[in-house]
C-alpha cells in the first residue's frame, strides 16, 4: 500500500524540464509538474515517503503525489482520452503519437540499440554521434517518468538527441506512445535515423535471471526485428562490479538475449577478451571512446569510467556498430 504523508514545501532547489527538486519539511522531494500542477515554497502538498522508509538507493527520495494549495482541479489534456497508468488512482489522459498517424509500416533496417541500463545511454549515444538524427525511447524497467533523466536532458543540450519518446507504461517524454513497436514506427516515419531504446533511471532487479528490468530490452529488440529493423544488444559488461552475476558480461545481458527472437548482434569492444558463449558479436573499435564522451554523465552504481571502462566501452561500441549500419 501507498505511504503517504502531509507536508509543506520547505525550498525549491531546481527547476528542469518536466523535474522539480525540492524539500518537504526538510526532507528531498521530486515533482513532475506536468502532472501534478505548478509548485512553490510553502504550498501544503501530500507525499509518498516510501522509498525513503524503505532505505532505497537511487530512488529513495519523496515523490509529490498531490498539491494542495495550486495542484487540485487541473484540467485534462486537450483533445486526449487515452489513459496513462489506467485503473489505478494516479490515470490520467494522454494524447498519444498513435492517433495522429504518421507510423512507417517497416523500420527499413532501422538500427535500433537495445540498453539493459539507463547508464548505458550516453555513452551510446557518443558512439552515434551528433550527425544523424537519434530518437530515444524510454522502456519499463525502471523509472517510468522520462522526466526524471538528467542524461537525456544533456544529451539534448549537446545535440545527440533529438526527441525522447515514453513507451507505456513509461510517461512524461516529449512524445507518448502506447508501446515499443509503436514508439519505433512513429519515430522512422519522423525521419530519425538510428532509436536508441533503454530502461529509465533505477533499474528493477531481484538477483534472479529472469527476474529484472533488463529484459525489456529483449522486447525492443524483439519488437525491431518484427518490423523489418536492426537491433543491436549494448552488452553491460564490468571488471569493478563486486557481484560476481554481474562480473564480465552480466546475467542481465545474458538472459535478454536468450528471449531474443529474432538475429540480434551484440556489440563488443575489440580491445576486451569476449566469451566464447558469446557467439552473436561484432566487434568494434573503441579507440577514442573516453573523447567522444567527453562531458556527458557518466556513472554506473557509482562507478565512473576510471573505475570500470568496460563498461562505458561496451556501450560506446553499441553505439558506433549502430552508426556503421545506417543505410
Not at 3 to 27: I, Q, Y
Not at 109 to 130: D, R
Not at 290 to 300: D, I, V, Y
Request: net charge negative; hydrophobic share 45%; glycine share 12%.
Amino acid at each position: 500500500m501507498l505511504s503517504l504523508r502531509r507536508g509543506a514545501v520547505s525550498a525549491v532547489r531546481e527547476r528542469l524540464d518536466g523535474l522539480v527538486r525540492l524539500e518537504v519539511d526538510g526532507a528531498a522531494c521530486i515533482a513532475y509538474p506536468r502532472l501534478t500542477g505548478p509548485v512553490a515554497e510553502g504550498d501544503e502538498v501530500i507525499v509518498n515517503v516510501q522509498a525513503g522508509v524503505l532505505g532505497l538507493g537511487s530512488g529513495g527520495f519523496d515523490v509529490l503525489l498531490a498539491n494542495l494549495t495550486r495542484g487540485l482541479d487541473l484540467p485534462p489534456e486537450p483533445a486526449a482520452h487515452v489513459m496513462e497508468l489506467p485503473y489505478t488512482p494516479l490515470q490520467y489522459a494522454v494524447r498519444h503519437a498513435e492517433e495522429d498517424g504518421g507510423l512507417a509500416e517497416t523500420l527499413g533496417g532501422l538500427p535500433v540499440v537495445c540498453c539493459t541500463l539507463h547508464s548505458q545511454l550516453a555513452p551510446v549515444c557518443a558512439g552515434i554521434g551528433a550527425e544523424l538524427r537519434v530518437a530515444y525511447v524510454q522502456i519499463t524497467g525502471g523509472a517510468l517518468p522520462l522526466s526524471l533523466s538528467d542524461s537525456v536532458r544533456v544529451l539534448k543540450e549537446r545535440g545527440l538527441l533529438g526527441t525522447a519518446i515514453a513507451a507505456a507504461p513509461c510517461l512524461d517524454g516529449d512524445v507518448q506512445c502506447v508501446g515499443v513497436a509503436s514508439a519505433l514506427a512513429w519515430a522512422v516515419g519522423q525521419g530519425f535515423e538510428v532509436v536508441v531504446c533503454a530502461v529509465g533511471p533505477g533499474i528493477v532487479g531481484t538477483g534472479t535471471r529472469l527476474g529484472h528490468g533488463g529484459l525489456a530490452a529483449a522486447e525492443a529488440a524483439n519488437a525491431a526485428s518484427a518490423l523489418g529493423g536492426s537491433p543491436i544488444l549494448a552488452a553491460r559488461v564490468s571488471e569493478g562490479d563486486p557481484r560476481e552475476r554481474h562480473r564480465g558480461v552480466s546475467h542481465h545481458t545474458r538472459s535478454a538475449l536468450e528471449l531474443c527472437l529474432g538475429d540480434v548482434t551484440v556489440a563488443w569492444p575489440a580491445s576486451l577478451d569476449a566469451p566464447a558463449w558469446l557467439e552473436s558479436r561484432e566487434e568494434v573499435d573503441t579507440d577514442g571512446w573516453r573523447a567522444a564522451c567527453a562531458g556527458l554523465p557518466l556513472e554506473h552504481m557509482g562507478r565512473g569510467p576510471d573505475e570500470d571502462p568496460a563498461f562505458f566501452a561496451a556501450a560506446y561500441a553499441a553505439g558506433v556498430l549502430a552508426r556503421d549500419r545506417v543505410v
